[in-house]
C-alpha cells in the first residue's frame, strides 16, 4: 500500500539519505519532509488536471451576497485547490462568468457547477506515476539541506522533468479527450 512516508522514502532514496517510519518519528529527515511535503504535493497537483483528483460537486449558494459586481457567492468545497470549469447546469455546457476570493467563488449564476482538482490526501488515490513525479519534487527540496549538493540538486530536478512528463502522459492516455464545439467555419461547410 502506498504511504506519504514511502512517497518521502522514495525521495530519500534518490538522494542516498536514512529512509524514515514516519512523518512524525522526530528525525532530522522526517521533519523535513513533514515540513515540506503537503505543500509540494498541493502544488504538484494544482499543476495538470490530474484524472484521479478530479471531482465534480454542485455549489451551495451562500446566504450573504458579495457587497458589489456580483449577485451571488458560492462556498468552494473544503478540499478544492483549483478551479478547472464552472457552470450554471448539470450538463456542464456554457460558460459561466465568475471570480474566486477566498475560499468562495462569486457570480452572477443562479445555479452553479463546479469541476475542480481536490486535495488528495491518501496516497492510494494517486496515481502510481504521479507519486513517483511527486517523489522526485520532494527529492528536489530535500537534496541541498540533506546532501549539501547542488549535483544532487542537479540531478534530482533531471528526475523530477522526466517523472512529470511520464507522469502527464499516462494521465491523458487515460482521458477521452474533450469534445471541441465546431467552429463557424466548419458548421458553414456543412
Known sequence: MASVAGICNSALIKLGATTIMSLTEGSRNANLCLEQYDKLRDDL??????????????????AISPAFGFA????????????????????????????IEGRRILTDA???WLKYIARIEDANEM????????????????AVPITQSTTA??????????ALVKARSVDA???YP?????????????
Open 110 to 112: 443562479s445555479e452553479l
Open 45 to 62: 497537483l494544482r499543476a495538470h488536471v490530474w484524472n484521479f483528483a478530479t471531482r465534480r460537486t454542485r455549489l451551495a449558494q451562500l
Open 72 to 99: 451571488r457567492a458560492y462556498q468552494l468545497p473544503a478540499d478544492w485547490l483549483r478551479t478547472v470549469t464552472v457552470h450554471d447546469n448539470d450538463a456542464g455546457a456554457g460558460a459561466v462568468r465568475y471570480r
Open 173 to 175: 492516455i487515460e482521458d
Open 178 to 190: 474533450d469534445t471541441l464545439p465546431e467552429s463557424d467555419w466548419v458548421a458553414l461547410r456543412h
Open 153 to 162: 540538486l542537479r540531478e534530482a530536478e533531471e528526475g523530477f522533468r522526466r
Open 127 to 142: 496515481d502510481a506515476s504521479f507519486r513517483e513525479a511527486l517523489a522526485w519534487k520532494v527529492a528536489i527540496d530535500l
